[in-house]
């Protein structure tokens, strides 16, 4: 189980055109409705934005990580995008937020789900990471990052 | 000393239904008893918790959903067993998986334990973190490690 059998370059957005919080969850789920597993877009926003109600998922880092378990998908699906000029989640540190990464999944499937956002949160958490990728161009590139990270993570965080 | 009880470690997923197929095909063979064990993942909730990714009351929803989850995976495949006559309990436990896991193994004092598939590990942080690694390492009894899932199937026919 690693984020990159599920995150691809297509889900991926260099640079959100989205100024707030329900603007960017939207745009997110639209680019995951291109993989065909979305049976209901309006729905997978529905359900993303009642989780946002009960707490912002802005988990400070000027990142946030919406998401929600939901009849309305297949599998498990991994958006992620960058916005240049922030976005105000009501992050719990104040700060806006600039990578948003959106995840859905069919509630069959918590398992994954719940280790998945563990190795996201994890992996977040290591500035290194933070820093390069705010640095990477491409959705290519951005792929290539997390799959350096989850060779070797011991060397990339010492 | 004749061997009498097998422990198989599900985890809800359909590679765990294939898993469970074999160990009842095992059991049957060898006439044991089958213990199936499925662990609510607490130490995974809690993380998201302390990394503010889940609030509580989402993560009290999730230990909940995982418990029903559990119950309905185990109540599958009692039934089965019991299609095969092979004697059967389930366990729902809560914690770290694999720390529950070799617990329950050592307290039934289980002859065989039966696992999923391992997945391939990409760093040597994996090799201390997996958890079935860990099960793997610290089992108190000899692990028969599911593969070749294609054929449990017809096996599990065979019985």
């Given amino acids: 189980m690693r984020l990159t059998d599920y995150l691809a370059k297509e889900f991926c957005i260099m640079d959100l055109k989205a100024t707030t919080k329900e603007e960017a969850i939207k745009e997110l789920v639209s680019v995951l ?55 105000d989640f ?69 | ?20 197929k074999y160990a009842i095909y095992l059991a049957k063979l060898l006439g044991l008893k089958l213990f199936a064990v499925y662990v609510v993942n607490e130490r995974v909730l809690q993380e998201l918790l302390r990394s503010r990714i889940f609030v509580e009351v989402e993560a009290r929803a999730y230990e909940r959903d995982l418990e029903q989850q559990g119950r309905v995976f185990l109540e599958r495949i009692k039934k089965m067993a019991e299609s095969k006559s092979v004697e059967f309990e389930g366990i729902l436990l809560k914690g770290v998986v694999s720390d529950e896991v070799i617990l329950k193994t050592k307290e039934l004092n289980a002859d065989i334990l ?3 598939e391992m ?27 599911v593969k070749n899932t294609a054929g449990v199937e017809n096996l599990f026919k065979e019985i």
């Fill in chain 2, 1 to 20: 000393m004749a061997l009498k009880t097998m422990i198989v470690s599900v985890a809800g997923s359909p590679g765990s239904l294939v898993t469970a």
């Fill in chain 1, 33 to 87: 409705a291109s993989s065909g597993k979305v049976k209901d877009k309006d729905d997978f926003v529905k359900h993303i934005l009642e989780r946002e109600r009960l707490g912002s998922t802005g988990i400070g880092n000027r990142v946030a990580i919406p998401h929600a378990p939901t009849q309305s998908v297949e599998g498990l699906l991994i958006a992620c995008g960058r916005s240049k000029q922030g976005i």
């Fill in chain 2, 114 to 116: 039966v696992m999923g």
């Fill in chain 2, 119 to 145: 997945k391939e590990l990409t760093s040597r942080a994996e090799v201390f973190y997996d958890e079935g690694e860990r099960i793997f390492r610290k089992s108190p009894c000899p692990v028969v490690v």
């Fill in chain 1, 90 to 158: 009501q992050s719990h540190d104040g700060e806006e937020v600039n990578s948003v990464f959106l995840i859905g999944t069919n509630p069959g499937d918590l398992n994954l789900y719940l280790k998945l956002l563990a190795s996201l949160s994890k992996l977040l958490n290591d500035k290194l990471f933070r820093d390069e990728f705010a640095k990477v161009e491409s959705g290519e590139g951005l792929i290539e990052l997390f799959k350096k990270y989850e060779k070797n993570p011991i060397a990339a965080t010492v």
